[in-house]
């Protein structure tokens, strides 16, 4: 339970000007809404709906739930009988209730330093209804799932909006991700459209984003399920067009009105563009989709608990799982975590560092923001590109007051001291966020005191692709901050720590984090495997939602995420199973077993520390370690790149075959204090791997 009183002995508190305009004022105030908000849900959540619009209002109780598996089926149905559009609630409602019209939704920032452009709530809006008119006309209906691989442009936003808009099913994949993973996500979800681009820049780096779309629709062809249609927007340059496509370019006229505007082509410096294939069956241009639409478009008023979108996270088993969230508990629950995390205000510049493929950017680029009639700043390169202090630079440029970033990239940066911060001024910072992994004190502080100057709290938000939104987490003039921790649970939210029997641990203890109840952005479903879903959150600990994340509760009531006590990797603040990496190595010939575990690492947070064992009469060397690392980035993505590969000519297994990956990670940190091993079949195993450890990553 939450104390009644904040402690005041080892924490930290930001200035006391944000206390003057927040909305939640101190911890008391916080304490006394929290108990609202679990006594009396409905009525905490029912004034939250307030500020919506609803089509037709609800029926039923507010939350109905199913948590027990004991007890039939797991469900949870908010405001049932509802219908609403949240692309309605987050622009229209924004531009003519709220008269936002006016206001920037978004200034985009480019990778290249000057490569910028500003986007209105109106303007926002139309392009929505355009976008939607333009899915509509290639038969895109209600429920439909569109896959989009694309880049950090506005336009992914204004893809995501525009299904919602017409009740299509948005399932995003990161485009760092490989052609293996999309092609693998959009048969899991069945989509019958994609939307891309022809390519980006990350830094130097030119990513041709369109071949791999192609290779991973022709993949899918492969495996029979033919996906006919291809948006592409061209975002490289608008010369790309005449130059590159040559007599393969879309038939269309060859002008793009949406680059014409005040900015003319957003990438200002010369680069090579990619040579973008076309295939005229299946591809189609985004602008000349979009020049003849309407800008006018009615939304589909879509039930309470119809699917908005589908986002695929890690899972033990090696296939990711399609997380569902849905319409209305999804969109309050990201604007009220949005609001009350970020203390936000109406004359706010947010900033979230996150890729909109991720649930980060999903909840906290798109959703929360919008449905606040937030300003944000949409960045599409990286913190080191053109140099360490670009994340400053950005900050002064727009005059960022809340920023939300990962512990890796404040690790990152730390390594280069506080010279290139204070090149800066960062005087409009007020809330600094973090999220994705545990931080480390050291970063928190370098944080806190270089970046934030002792005058911003720190949110460190815990949560998942599957809460939908922040589940424990500081607010920011309510909450004295312990660095390291998550501190107390969001609204609604209601925490426990189990043993290993299940059983409730009360008062200072560490075990398995869990939650009691739902609240409304809890993932709904995995995507066409409800049992799945029930196997994987609901099984372990019947009448719980478990977390897989290992916890401990301090003597003041404080929540510490001790990180993942299941079979799955933190990789700069990305999930990875560690089943996924095995499989995409042992595909090779060369391999007959590999063994993946996790190696803490000083900016990534974990690393991936590989063990394989070859196939007879295959002998190991640097070929076949490169072969091996492009195996796993082929499979899967550049994210899950091995950092180490041993040749293990044996691993180390129970008397049942069972590998144990609790040794092999006390081999790959080199740590020979191994506790019970007495279940080891062959103790000699070990030895033989210490003694050939990997001491340099490949
Ligand atoms: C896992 C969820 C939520 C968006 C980004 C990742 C870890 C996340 C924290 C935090 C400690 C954290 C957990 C969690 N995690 N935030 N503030 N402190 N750990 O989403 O890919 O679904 O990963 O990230 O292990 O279970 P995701």
């Known amino acids: 339970m939450i104390p009644d009183k904040a402690p005041k002995e080892d924490v930290f508190h930001g200035s006391e000007d944000l206390k003057k305009e927040a909305h939640i004022t101190s911890f008391e105030n916080y304490k006394e809404l929290y108990m609202k908000s679990i006594e009396n849900p409905d009525e905490f959540w029912g004034d939250v709906a307030k500020d919506f619009f609803w089509k037709t209002k609800h029926t039923g109780q507010f939350l109905d739930y199913n948590f027990d598996v004991t007890k039939g089926e797991i469900f949870v149905k908010c405001m049932e009988g509802a219908s609403t559009n949240i692309s309605y609630n987050l622009l229209d409602r924004n531009v003519h209730e709220r008269k936002l019209g006016d206001k920037v939704a978004f200034y985009w920032e480019g990778n290249e330093p000057g490569d910028e452009l500003t986007v209105t709530y109106r303007e926002l809006l139309q392009r929505v209804c355009q976008f939607a008119n333009v899915l509509k006309s290639q038969g895109v209906k209600k429920g439909d799932r569109v896959s989009i691989y694309m880049p950090m442009v506005v336009e992914l936003v204004v893809a995501m909006l ?19 993973s999309l092609c693998e996500r959009i048969m899991d979800s069945q989509c019958s459209l994609l939307i891309t ?6 830094g130097d780096k030119l990513i041709n984003l369109k071949l791999l779309a192609d290779e991973a629709l022709q993949k899918c062809r492969d495996k029979g399920f033919p996906i006919e249609k ?10 790309a067009e005449e130059t590159s496509l040559g007599s393969q ?18 990438v200002k410096k010369t680069r090579p563009v990619p040579q973008v294939p076309w295939n005229p069956e299946v591809d189609l241009c985004w602008h000349a989709l979009v020049r003849g639409a309407s800008d006018e478009c009615e939304p589909e008023w879509c039930g309470s608990e119809d699917p908005l979108f589908i986002l695929y996270t890690s899972g033990s088993t090696g296939k990711p799982k399609g997380v569902l969230h849905t319409v209305s508990g999804y969109m309050l629950y990201t604007a009220a975590t949005f609001k009350l995390v970020f203390d936000y205000q109406l004359d706010d510049v947010y900033w979230c560092t996150a890729d909109i493929g991720w649930i980060t950017g999903h909840s906290y680029i ?3 923001p919008l449905a606040n009639g937030a300003t944000s700043v949409l960045f599409e390169g990286l913190p080191t590109y053109p140099d360490v202090s670009r994340m400053w630079e950005i900050v002064d440029k727009y005059h960022v007051t809340k920023f939300y970033t990962a512990p890796t990239a404040i690790r990152l940066l730390m390594k ?16 600094l966020g973090t999220v994705g992994e545990p931080i480390n004190p050291e970063a928190w502080q370098w944080y806190y005191n270089v970046v934030g100057e002792r005058r911003c709290p720190i949110v460190d938000t815990f949560w998942q692709t599957e809460t939908g939104g922040h589940v ?5 003039a309510a909450t004295p901050m312990k660095p390291g921790s998550a501190t107390f ?19 200072p203890s560490e075990g398995y984090l869990v939650f009691k109840q739902p609240w409304p952005g809890v993932m709904r479903t995995v995507y066409g495997n409800h049992q799945r879903f029930e196997t994987t959150y609901f099984k372990k600990f019947p009448g719980y939602y478990v977390t897989g994340d290992g916890c401990r509760r301090d003597k003041d009531g404080y929540y510490w995420i001790t990180g993942r006590i299941d079979d799955m990797l933190n990789v700069s603040g990305h999930l990875l199973s560690t089943a996924e990496v095995e499989s995409a190595l042992v595909e090779h010939e060369a391999v007959a077993e590999a063994a993946v575990v996790g190696r803490p690492h000083p900016v990534k947070g974990e690393s991936l520390y590989c063990f394989v064992t070859l196939a007879d009469g295959v002998t190991y060397n640097r070929t076949l370690e490169a072969e091996l690392k492009k195996q796993v980035r082929e499979k899967i993505g550049a994210i899950a790149t091995p950092d180490y590969i041993q040749n293990a000519p044996a691993l180390p297994k129970t008397r049942s075959g069972k590998i144990m990956r609790r040794v092999l990670r006390k081999i790959a940190c080199d740590e020979r204090d191994l506790g019970d091993i007495s279940t080891l079949a062959d103790s000699s195993v070990v030895e033989q791997l210490f003694q050939n450890r990997c001491c340099t990553a490949v």
């Not at 525009?162 to 293996?180: D, K, L």
């Not at 681009?197 to 990350?202: K, M």
């Not at 291809?230 to 010369?239: D, G, R, V, Y």
């Not at 280069?416 to 809330?431: D, T």
Request: with cysteine; aromatic share 10%.
């Open 162 to 180: 525009a299904c919602a808009r017409i009740g299509a099913v948005h399932s995003i994949v990161f485009a760092g991700f490989s052609a293996e």
């Open 197 to 202: 681009a022809d390519g980006f820049y990350r």
């Open 230 to 239: 291809c948006i592409m927007l061209k975002h490289l340059s608008k010369e």
């Open 249 to 266: 370019s879309p038939p269309a006229k060859r002008s793009c009105p949406d680059l014409q505007e005040k900015q003319t082509g957003r």
């Open 366 to 368: 798109t959703y929360g």
């Open 416 to 431: 280069y001291g506080s010279e290139p911060v204070q090149k800066y001024k960062r005087e409009s910072l007020k809330v």
């Open 472 to 476: 424990l987490t500081p607010l920011p």
């Open 489 to 507: 649970p969001f609204f609604g939210v209601v925490p426990a720590i189990l043993n290993e029997s299940g059983e409730e641990l009360e008062g």
